[in-house]
């Protein structure tokens, strides 16, 4: 498949990199003249505009920040291309590629690093990358194709619709960084915890080194959502309080952090087995909602794999 990658940073060279690596016709661009450089310099076919490397290309993938993508999108004017894109929130970008045969992609593959010197062709082995099924505006082949393009590299395709993915990338990925942050501002006026500061501090911020423009960007496209989820978290939060004041608030605490032991532990949820799924819209979508993924793309069927958790749920 001839590919365009738009945006070489850490997911987008990563993406020209498997892309290469698998045997695909693949072009880059970069805004940034040193970054295009330093993928040329790896041996990559690099353009020097985005309607130079778009051209003729069956997909362009566009790895670039929300706060970049009309411009972007402004000079692909007339592409009739499938486009996908790597986006971390998927509402917005849905809303702006009206005129584009578009299926809108996550790969839940982010590092702490970024630009393409950290970029790597295995980065989305394993991974979980959501593919956006619309009932009413996804062209279920261009779906199938993608599918059957990531899952070729080792990918887990998610099946999920735009706004489910922007709640559930907000509770899991969005608020998550904003409390890395908050964590992570106690060392400022704190010399002594970050002398202490050990195992579960290190894991509690991990995502704090991010780039800032990175966690901004993907938070403030996805404003609503995280508003809501940030909420809930203040909620919980605020309950753990009242049972820290209680009588007892060791018996207090318990319930609550056994609950999320639990769930902790069932994480990652293990593959079950593989089934069947049909090309079906509204299968697709069930499998994802229950938390499964399809594993490969076999002419009009699907192999998909669920979770053994979810088994008990059908």
């Known amino acids: ?111 702490e690093t970024s630009g393409f010197a950290a970029s790597k062709a295995g980065l989305f082995t394993g991974c979980a990358w959501v593919l956006c099924l619309e009932p009413h505006g996804t062209d279920l082949a261009d779906w199938l194709s993608l599918a059957g393009l990531f899952t070729s590299m080792g990918a887990r395709v998610v099946p999920v619709t735009a706004t489910e993915h922007d709640t559930a990338v907000a509770q899991i990925s969005h608020v998550p960084h904003l409390f890395a942050a908050a964590l992570a501002t106690q060392l400022v006026a704190n010399p002594l915890a970050g002398t202490l500061a050990a195992g579960s501090f290190r894991d509690g911020t991990r995502v704090a080194a991010t780039r800032p423009e990175l966690t901004a960007a993907m938070c403030g496209g996805n404003g609503s959502a995280v508003r809501r989820e940030l909420h809930r978290l203040i909620g919980d939060l605020q309950r753990l309080e009242e049972h820290l004041a209680a009588a007892d608030p060791t018996s207090a605490l318990v319930p609550y952090l056994s609950l999320a032991s639990q769930a ?25 909602r229950a938390g499964g993924w399809v594993t490969s793309v076999n002419d009009t069927d699907l192999a998909g794999m669920r979770p053994e958790t979810d088994l008990f749920l059908s």
Do not use: N, Q
């Open 264 to 288: 902790r532990g069932a994480w990652p949820p293990a593959p079950g087995t593989p089934e069947k799924v049909p090309a079906d819209v509204g299968a697709l979508l069930e499998l994802g």
């Open 1 to 111: 498949m001839s590919t365009a990658v738009i945006g070489l940073g850490l997911i987008g060279g990563s993406l020209l990199r498997a892309l290469a690596a698998a045997g695909h016709d693949v072009v880059g661009y970069d805004a940034d003249p040193a970054t295009r450089e330093a993928a040329r310099a790896a041996g990559f076919r690099v353009a020097g505009t985005v309607r130079e490397a778009i051209r003729g290309t069956e997909l362009t993938a566009l790895a670039v920040p929300l706060t970049v993508l009309p411009e972007v999108i402004a000079e692909m004017a007339g592409h009739d291309g499938l486009v996908t894109d790597v986006t971390s929130v998927k509402g917005p970008v849905r809303d702006l590629m009206t005129d584009f045969r578009f299926v809108g992609g996550h790969p839940m593959a982010g590092r």
